[in-house]
C-alpha cells in the first residue's frame, strides 16, 4: 500500500512539475508569438500613427485593427475619470482595506473591480497606489497608501494586483485587466506634507522604504504598468531619470511591461521642472527614458507631448529618434495582444442602464468594511451596546448623513470613488440596525466645511433625551485626498466645539471618525470613552459601523499609519532610528514625543494573552533559515480576532538601521478560551540589511525577533536569534 501511494505522489508530482513547464513553455511561445505580431504591425505604422497610440486613449486604429484601451481607476472599486456611471461597487477606501490585515480580501476586492471594469470595457487601470507614508498625514494621499511600513504596502500591492490582473493561465483574460503601480518612487516624501512637492532623500532611504513595494509588484505580481512620480530624484525629474526607469525598474527589477506617465507630467518637464524649453524637448527626454504613454486626462493638445503637433517634425528630422517611438509603441501593442483587445468585439456601453455592480459584489465590500473597523478605546467597556439596554440613541455630527449629491460621487466614500447605487450612512445603518427598539435622536450639529455653530443648540438636546451618543466626525474628500494637503491636522471647522459640547452633556459617548488621515484628535483621546476609526469603509459604511457599535461585530482592524499628537510632531511613525541620547535625550521639551496611538494599534471587545516567543532553532547560518512561534489566547467572553506582528532588529550591523521593521503578520480568530499558534519564517529575507555598498546581505550576529500585538514596545514581546 506504501509503495501505491508513493508512486502514486510521484506521478502526481512529476505530472505538476511537467505541467508547470508546460504552463511556462506555452506562455513563453505566446510572449514570442505576440512579438512577432507587433514587430509586424509597427513596421505597418507611419509616424502620426505611432505616436497617436503613445496617449492613455489613443482611438482604435482601423486601418491597422488595432483596438481601442480604455482606462479607469480602481483603486478601491471601479471609477471612470470623466465619466459617473452609477451601480459600480464601492470598497473600503485603500487606508481602510489595509487595516484589516488581510491581502487576500484585497485580491478578492481587486478581482470583483476587474469583472466590473471588463463589463463597462476597461481593460487598464491606474491602480494600486504602492506609496509608503512618510509620517506626514498633511499629505491628502495618505488615504489612498495601505500604510506607512514598506512589508505591509508590498503584501497588500501584491494581493491587489494578483487579484486585478490575474495569475498564471488567468492573467489579462477577460475577466482580468492591467494594473498600473504608482508612483514610482518615494513620491510621499516631500518636504512640506504637499502632493507633487519637494522631496529629496538618500539612495539608502529610497531602497530600504520605497523600493520594496514596486519590486515585490514586479517580481511577484509581473505588474503590467508603471507610473513615475510628479517629483524629481536627486535632481533628475522622474519622467526622464533613465538611473530610475532604466537601470533600477528595467534592467535591475527586471520590469518589462509600459510605463504611462502621471497626468501632464510629460509636459511638467518644462512647465514645473523648467528643465526643457519646449514640449518637444520634453518629449524627447521622456521618451529617452522611456516613458512609453502620455497621459493627459480630457486630451488637452495644450498639455499634450506625445502627439503629432509636437513630435513629428523634429522626428522626421531626427531618424535616429525613431526607435524610442518604436519601442514605445511596441510595449502598449505588446500589452494589447495580451489583454486579448485583438480578438475581442468592442462593447457598446449604454451609460444609461449599464449595471456593472453585482450583489455579492457589494455584500463583499460589507464583509470588508466589518474587517477594517478599528477600536482605538473603550473605556469601562461601554461598547457594544446593548441594543435591548438603551431606549434611545442621540447620532449626530456632519458626518453622521449623506444624500447623494446632484453630480459626482459621495463625499464620505473618499478619493478615487465611483458612484454605487447607494451609500449606507451611520444614520441608516443604525436606524436600521435598531428597527424601532430604540428611538433614534438625530442632529447633524455643524457643516464639515463651516465655523457655524447655530445647530450646536439641537445636537445638544438630542444628546440630552437620549441614553447615549454615537457622534460622527472627521473629513471628507472635501478636506482631504488628492491636491488636498494640510496645514494643520485638528477636526475641521468647528467639530471639535461640537465633540466639547456633546461630552458636557455627561452622556455616554462613542465617537466614530471618518476621515481619510490621522488627525489629532487629542480633546476626544483624552475625554471620550469610547473611539472607532473607521476611514472611509465604502457604500455599506453604516451597515458595518452600526454592526460594531451594538457588537455583532467586534472590531479587529489595526492602525497602519500612526497617529500625531500635533503637526508640529510630524513626521510620526514607528520607522524610527536611534535618536542622541545626551542630555536632550532626544525628546521635545513641551511635548510627548510619543504617537497618540501607534502603528499597529487596535483593540478588541476581548483580550489576548500572548505566550513567550519560541525559536525553532536558536542560531542559525547566516545563510540558513529557522522560525519563531507565539500562542495567542482568547481571554475574554466572545469571538475575536487578533492581528499577530513579528519585528525583527539586527542589534549590531555595519550600517545604521531601524529600531525595528515589520517581517510578518497574521490575523486570526480566537474563540472563548481558544489558543492558536502562529508562525513566522525568519531567513533571508526578514534578515537582510542593505550594507555600505547598498546591497542585501546577511550579517553575523544578534538579531532581536519582537512579536505581539502593536508596534508598541509594551505591546511586544522580544527572542534574541544568532546568526554566524
Known sequence: MKKLLLVGCFVVSFLGCNSNKAIAQNKRQDDAEIAKKVQHLVSQMTLDEKIAEMTQDAPANNRLGIPFMKYGEALHGLWLVLDYYGNTTVYPQAIAAASTWQPELVKKMASQTALEARALGVTHCYSPNLDVISGDPRYGRVEESYGEDPYLVSRMGVAFI?????????????????ATAKHFIGYPENRRGINGGFSDMSERRLREIYLPPFEAAIKEAKVGSIMPGHQDYNGVPNHMNTWLLKDILRDELGFDGFIVSDNNDVARLETMHFISESRTESAILGLKAGVDMDLVIGKSVDLSSYHSNVLKDT???????????????????TAKYKLGLFDAEPKEIDTKTVNAGRKEHQEFSYEMAKKA????????????????GIKSLAVIGPNAHEEQPEKGTYALLGGYSGLPPYYT????????KTKGKVKINYAKGCDLLSNSKEGFSEAISAANKSDAVVLVVGGSRKTGGEGVDRSDLDLYGVQNELVEAIHKTGKPVIVVLINGRPL?????????PSILETWYLGMRSGDAIADAIFGDVNPGGKLTVSFPRSVGQVPVTYLERPDFIGSGKGLYKDADKSPLFPFGYGLSYTTFKYGTPKLENQTISIDGSTTV????????????????????RDDYASVGRYLKMLKGFKRITLKPGETKTVTFNLGFNQLNVLNQDLKKVVEPGTFTISVGASSMAKDLQTVSLRAK
Do not use: F
Open 373 to 388: 473597523i478599528i477600536l482605538l478605546k473603550n473605556d469601562n467597556n461601554l461598547l457594544p451596546l446593548d441594543i435591548n
Open 162 to 178: 494578483e487579484g486585478l490582473q490575474g495569475t498564471g493561465d488567468e492573467q489579462y483574460d477577460e475577466n482580468h485587466v492591467i
Open 425 to 432: 450612512s451611520v444614520l441608516e445603518g443604525l436606524t436600521s
Open 315 to 333: 522626428i522626421t528630422n531626427n531618424p535616429e529618434l525613431v526607435k524610442y517611438i518604436d519601442k514605445a509603441t511596441s510595449r502598449i501593442l
Open 520 to 528: 489629532t484628535i487629542n480633546y476626544i483621546a483624552e475625554n471620550v
Open 629 to 648: 512561534s507565539v500562542a495567542v489566547t482568547n481571554t475574554g467572553d466572545i469571538l475575536g480576532d487578533e492581528v499577530v506582528q513579528m519585528y525583527v
